[in-house]
């Protein structure tokens, strides 16, 4: 059994290198990335068990997807399909004022036709911890109902559920995706939202701690952690805040930053930290993150504590 089960779709991912234009690139980076694998690796390689499930053509392609997932200690639990596609995003990363440009080439993917039954749920009911975001029910109504049935398996076993909002404009409306998530919700005990996307998509005004406190009287989540970019995270567990700082870095790539930040957490949570804790681990992770390009947190947990410590928290572990 895993502590951490996750499920969704990852990606190729093709970059020129920085600096260069998609219309004239001749070469591409050639990695792979996905939200809910993303979160995997990082937990993974902090040293949560970890599970990632999902749906991919039995292809080179496929299979360069899970190979990359598995050199970093996750585990994949794939529905293999013959003729299904692979989906592909290509990146040109900005540098002021020009902003980074993604270009999805993901419709019809294999994960869009995914079934509850082709997915490994006693994995999910025995995991302590399942893990989607809002990409996943984006990506069409079949994986909109898998999503849904998912949570409520693991719900239902006991499993904690934890859900990113992780808006993306490129693949629905504010209002599609408000009403998508709000249909989730009942199944969600710990929730993650960029504050961006609360005021835009969820449509709340006031602080971080207003959101927080609003969505968590509504709701009835466990924990919501509000995230703010450079401000740094907001947490409320049991009706205690905790505000988090962002630690400073030199950013050669910002894309899982949100990802590095809740694998982080998972992690620590998983392993018995409290909210607070497992809060400055996972934003020393999004910081360390940064730091590299493509979208993996390639982190180990010496590196987390060094930055912690460099900051004056005490490590009792
Ligand atoms: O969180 C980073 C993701 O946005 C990236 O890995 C690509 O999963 C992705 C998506 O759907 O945008």
């Known amino acids: 059994t895993a502590d951490l089960v996750t499920f969704g779709e990852t990606m190729l991912r093709l970059n020129p290198p920085a600096g260069t234009r998609l219309e004239t690139a001749t070469t591409l980076e050639f990695r792979t990335a996905g939200a809910e694998s993303n979160v995997a690796i990082a937990a993974a390689r902090l040293g949560a068990s970890s599970v990632w499930l999902s749906k ?49 080439d993901r419709a019809d993917a294999a994960i869009t036709t995914a079934r509850p039954a082709e997915l490994d749920r006693d994995a999910i009911r025995d995991a302590a911890v399942f893990y ?4 996943t029910p984006a990506l069409s109504p079949t994986l909109a109902e898998t999503t849904a049935d998912l949570l409520a398996t693991a719900r239902a076993a006991g499993t904690t559920t934890a859900f990113d909002l992780n808006y993306r404009s490129k693949l629905w409306s504010p209002s599609e995706a408000r009403r998508a998530y709000e249909s989730l919700f009942a199944d969600v005990d710990v ?30 989540f466990e ?21 988090q700082p962002a630690f400073e870095t030199d950013t050669v790539d910002a894309i899982g930053t ?50 912690l410590e460099r900051d004056g928290r005490d490590i009792a572990r």
Do not use: C
């Open 56 to 104: 991919l053509p039995d292809s080179p392609l496929g299979r360069r997807v899970t190979n990359e997932v598995r050199e970093h200690g996750v585990e994949p639990r794939i529905a293999w399909d013959d003729d299904a596609r692979q989906g592909a995003y290509y990146i040109e990363r900005g540098a002021d004022p020009r902003p980074t440009t993604v270009i999805y």
């Open 132 to 135: 989607t975001s809002g990409i």
């Open 191 to 220: 929730l993650v939202a960029a504050e961006r996307d609360v005021h835009q998509v969820l449509d709340r005004e006031g602080t971080a701690e207003d959101l927080a406190r609003g969505l968590a009287a509504d709701f009835d």
């Open 223 to 243: 924990t919501v952690i509000v995230t703010r970019g450079d401000e740094g995270a907001l947490g409320l567990a049991d009706g205690a805040v905790v505000d």
């Open 258 to 307: 949100g990802d590095a930040f809740v694998g982080g957490y998972l992690a620590r949570r998983i392993a018995g930290d409290g909210v607070d804790d497992a809060l400055s681990y996972a934003a020393a992770t999004a910081a360390l993150k940064r730091t590299m390009e493509g979208d993996l947190a390639v982190v180990t947990p010496a590196e987390v504590e060094r930055i």
